[in-house]
Every structure is written in C-alpha cells, then in structure tokens.
C-alpha cells in the first residue's frame, strides 16, 4: 500500500462499515442498538456483538453488552471519512453515470473503502468544475446520454434526449465562504478553496459539493465557527472557513 492510502490498517473494510452504519443511525434515530445494526447490515445480531468489541478495543465505539451503541470522537471521524467517499461516488455513479440509485449505492459500497485521498480529492474537484460551469456540465453529460443510450432513437433516427437538468440554468450565484454567514443561514458547498492536508481534512468532514450547511454559532473572536452538516456539528477554524466557498440558500 502507498502513503495515500486514507484508512489505518487496522481498520478493515467490515468495521468501516459497522462504523458508517452505527453514524448513520444516530444521525437519523438519534440512537443506535445491536438489533438496529443488525438489520441495517442484514446480519445476525450475534454477528454485531463481536465487531463491537473489536470498534471498542480500538478506541472507536462506547459499547456495552445490552446497551446503546454509541461512537468516540475518533470513531466518527473515521465514519465520517467512509460515509464522505460513499456519498461522493454515489453522486459520481448516479448523477454522472447514471446508473440506478440502488446499483450506485452498491458500487460506492464496493469502493468506497479503497478510494485514496489523491483520487478523492480528484473526484471532488470534478464535482466543483461542474458547480462553477455547470453550461459546459450540461453540455457535454447530455453528449454522453446521447452515446450511452445511442440505440434508443425515434424512427427517424434522432437519437432521445435526456431530460433537461433540474440544476439552476442561467442563473449566476453568488458565491462566497462559510465565513461570512451569520448564525442561522444555511449555504450549498461550491468548493472548498484550500490545500493539501486541511482540504483532505474538510473533505473527509462531508463538506462536498452541494452539500447544504447552516452557521450554528461563531465564537466571540470568531473563531471557532460551528457549523451542522449531517444532523451533527462541526467546528471549523476561521482560516478553513473561509476556504469552503457556498451559495447562499
């Protein structure tokens, strides 16, 4: 494996994703028990019980027999990187691709565990070209439909169209950074306009393109700025706020 590789090698694929699951449930049920795991990874519950403890040796879930199932600061960072990537290449299957929700879903599944944080970051920059052009976007992914579905043709022989997308056409956004929201206003993530490890860092965090947040509050010398993304909050130093460039909802 390459310095790139974005998981520490005790973490197999398996537990990233009781870990993503365990996220997933607190997020939306505000808690998470071995019988809600269980189904939502369509296993025995006598299964769960032994990944659990393996999470809790290392440090990454709050376990205890019988008990709710809860995740450390370090258990949800590393949820969060898993869930980060499996969001961005359902994105990339679905919405590019377009492939069928679920079959995207079962691909960034597949993947999503060995995607480094060079080809990540890739992808989110794809993402971010199609936010800051989305004409030229358009453009060449109904050239694409038109390929990919070139047998589908009325009997005149032109080719079936896609349908027009439900993006902002025409319009010009302002775009400006998560710094200069107030408390209580929400913006869609652009870009995130920084470098090396603290972009990596607000990637893995979820702050993808078109992800929508809200200004929670800001510290009185305005730094940190809290942030919610994900049904959770999140503090972003003041000079990494400004590097995620949003639209104003």
């Known amino acids: 494996m390459t310095k790139a ?11 990233e994703d009781y870990l993503e699951t365990i996220f997933l449930l607190v997020r939306d049920h505000g808690f998470a028990r071995v019988r ?23 440090g990454l879930v709050r376990y205890v027999q019988r008990e709710y199932v809860g995740l450390t600061e370090q258990g949800t960072h590393e949820a969060r990187r898993v869930l980060a990537r499996h969001e961005l290449l359902t994105r ?28 990540m970051n890739r992808l989110a920059r794809f993402f971010e070209f199609s936010c800051a052009y989305p004409e030229s976007h358009r453009a060449w992914q ?11 043709c009325e009997p005149d022989g ?23 929201l107030k408390p209580g206003q929400q913006g869609i993530v652009r870009q995130v306009n920084a470098k090396g490890a603290i972009r990596q ?15 929670e509050r800001v510290a009185p010398v305005g730094d940190p700025v809290w942030i919610s993304l994900h049904g959770s909050q999140l503090a972003l130093r003041r000079k990494e706020a400004k590097t995620v460039l949003i639209s104003k909802v």
């Open 5 to 15: 590789e974005i998981a520490p090698a005790w973490i197999t694929k398996a537990l």
């Open 36 to 58: 809600d795991i269980a189904s939502a990874r369509k296993v025995k519950a006598s299964s769960v019980s032994p990944a659990l403890k393996r999470l809790a040796e290392q």
């Open 92 to 119: 990339f299957f679905r919405d590019v691709l377009r492939m069928p929700a679920e079959a995207a879903d079962q691909e960034a599944c597949a993947i999503e565990h060995c995607l480094t944080a060079e080809a």
């Open 142 to 152: 109904e050239k694409f439909l038109t390929f990919d579905r070139g047998q589908d």
């Open 158 to 180: 032109r080719a079936v169209c896609a349908e027009d997308s439900p993006s902002k056409a025409g319009t010009v956004e302002r775009v400006m950074s998560v710094s200069d």
């Open 201 to 215: 860092r607000l990637l893995d965090m979820g702050l993808l393109p078109d992800v929508v947040l809200r200004v």
